[in-house]
């Protein structure tokens, strides 16, 4: 039987790398299309090295709309996950049109040329941003949306929109919207992993690059909140998990199991972490010190959010498999392998 093809949109990139390793795992095969804005060509070199085979890359901008056609003619795929965007929440506010410009435009061509193609299975890589401060906990795929806070925020929001209204008015297509929460951690070989460009805004990297020696402190953002420890709460998801969600729902939209043909899960631990907690714990699992202080809370900080994943573990199939403490191990082992630490 011939193998199901994958386009990979934003693949070189942080949870597409680790998605490709996942789906070629599974027996898909894959290209990678990527334009290189918030990537290396090394990682696409590395997710070969890792798999052992030679996946086909396109340095294509997936808003050139003319560009990604040829993609679409050159290579014959059923199923494309949509990776591609730009995801810094802070870079967002200082440039909309970017983000505006970027997310949407690039999301409108997948969905249009899929359509055009006669190309059926979408996955959109939403966030849990779209609950925005939540009034329960944990958040299931029924707690209502809030007025996003940031333009890249409404673009997710914008985009499962356009994903929602394009599958009623083509019920031939189908779909899937992964809300994440937070992806953290590197691929257990170490050869993957996130990159941040500049000064990490993320927590994780910047716990690895304070212990790795590049930043002297890192500023924990409030103790002040109505937590137990006065720090935030999230829920941090494994990047191996999250890619391993993908393979499942496209196997969902493959093997024709799916309800609807738009679903949308939520992709979490259901456990909630504190700041404070996984600073400590990355100290204790992998013996290195992270310099800390208490800092001002930072504007626009959710106090907390987890997620309810039982539909996904019901429905998918799916489930965050990997303990915080190996997670962690990763990260760090990702951060010394970048750095040439022992
Ligand atoms: P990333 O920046 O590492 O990967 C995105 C990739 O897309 C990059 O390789 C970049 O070069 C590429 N890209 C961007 N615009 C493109 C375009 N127009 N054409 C072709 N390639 C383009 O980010 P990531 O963390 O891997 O995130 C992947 C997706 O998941 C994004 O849509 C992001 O919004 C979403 N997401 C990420 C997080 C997170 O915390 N990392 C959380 C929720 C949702
Ligand atoms: C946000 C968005 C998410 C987006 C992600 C990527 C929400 C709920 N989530 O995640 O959709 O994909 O950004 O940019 O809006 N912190 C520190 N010190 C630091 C960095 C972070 O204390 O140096 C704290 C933050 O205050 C927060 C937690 O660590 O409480 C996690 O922060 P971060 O990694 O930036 O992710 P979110 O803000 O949750």
Redesign the pocket.
């Known amino acids: 039987m011939k193998k199901q093809c994958v386009l990979v949109s934003g693949g070189a990139g942080y949870i597409g790398s680790h998605t490709t390793v996942e789906l070629i795992e599974a027996g898909y095969d894959v290209v990678i299309v990527d334009n290189l804005s918030n990537s290396e060509i090394g990682a696409v070199e590395s997710v070969r090295r890792i798999t052992g085979v030679d996946i086909p890359f396109e340095q294509v901008d997936c808003c050139d709309r003319e560009a990604f056609r040829k993609v679409f003619e050159k290579y014959e795929f059923d199923s494309v996950i949509h990776f591609a965007a730009s ?4 870079e967002s506010v200082q440039k909309p049109l970017l983000y505006y410009g970027n997310n949407l435009t690039s999301f409108m061509n997948v969905v249009g040329l899929m359509h055009e193609f006669g190309r059926q299975n979408v996955v959109f890589s939403s ?3 779209v ?2 401060e939540p009034d329960k906990q944990p958040v299931t795929e029924q707690t209502p949306r809030k007025p996003a ?2 333009p ?2 409404n673009t ?1 929001q914008t985009c499962e929109d356009i994903l929602r209204d394009t599958l009623k008015a083509y019920p031939e297509m189908k779909g899937i919207a992964l809300r ?1 929460f ?3 951690g590197a691929h257990p070989s170490a050869q993957i992993g996130e990159l941040p460009r500049g000064v ?8 690895t690059q304070t212990a790795a020696g590049l930043r002297e402190c ?5 103790d002040d909140y109505p937590t137990p420890d006065g ?4 829920d941090y998801i494994d990047v191996t998990d999250l890619a391993k969600a993908h393979v499942a729902a496209i196997g969902r939209m493959v093997g024709d199991k799916n309800k609807e043909n738009y679903e949308i899960f939520n992709i979490g631990t259901g456990r909630g972490v504190s ?1 404070l907690e ?1 600073v400590n714990k990355f100290e204790e699992v992998n013996g290195v010190k992270v310099n800390h202080k208490i ?1 001002p ?2 504007e ?3 106090i907390a ?1 987890w997620a309810d994943p039982s539909l996904a573990n019901n429905e998918l199939g799916w489930k965050a498999e990997r303990t915080l403490d190996e997670t962690l191990k990763s990260a760090w082992e990702w951060e010394k392998h970048l750095r040439g630490i022992k």
Do not use: E, H, W
Not at 87 to 90: E, H, I, N, S
């Open positions: 995801k810094a929440v802070g966030s849990c941003t609950y925005g806070t940031s890249y925020g997710k994440y937070n992806p953290i990490p805004q993320n927590l994780v990297p910047y716990v890192l500023s924990i953002f409030g720090s935030c709460i999230r700041v996984l800092a809370r930072r626009g900080d959710i959010i």
